[in-house]
Nanobody
């Protein structure tokens, strides 16, 4: 089992950059595929980025963030990151990290995560 704690969310202006972190406790962090999802008020939770287990050699992104967001992992630090550049007001949401050992990668748009963090708020002002 793994526990996930997100951090780094805050209020920023449009065009700014922000890096979210998700620290995991528990063993065998590299055995988990990881992802970042977000939920805006009144909307369903959506997957924005995913990274494969192991060294994280495979990533996947939602079209809405492709070219602006980058997911990465540091297995030595048990941490997954989401670098967000060129932020837009429509990126405003609670961002969650998630993990699973069931799949090597949870493709964006698919379900499959077993563990979730509590979320961190990102607000982008225009």
């Amino acid at each position: 089992q793994v526990q996930l704690v997100e951090s780094g969310g805050r209020l920023v202006q449009a065009g700014a950059s922000l890096r979210l972190s998700c620290a995991a406790s528990g063993r065998a962090f590299s055995n988990y595929a990881l992802g970042w999802l977000r939920q805006a008020p009144g909307k369903e939770r959506e997957s924005v980025a995913a990274i494969s287990w192991g060294g994280g050699g495979t990533t996947d992104y939602a079209d809405s963030v492709k070219g602006r967001f980058t997911i990465s992992r540091d297995n030595a630090k048990n941490t997954v990151y989401l670098q967000m550049n060129s932020l837009k007001p429509e990126d405003t949401a609670v961002y969650y990290c998630a993990a699973t050992r069931t799949y090597a990668l949870v493709v964006v748009g698919r379900s499959g995560y077993d563990y979730w963090g509590q979320g961190t708020q990102v607000t982008v002002s225009s």
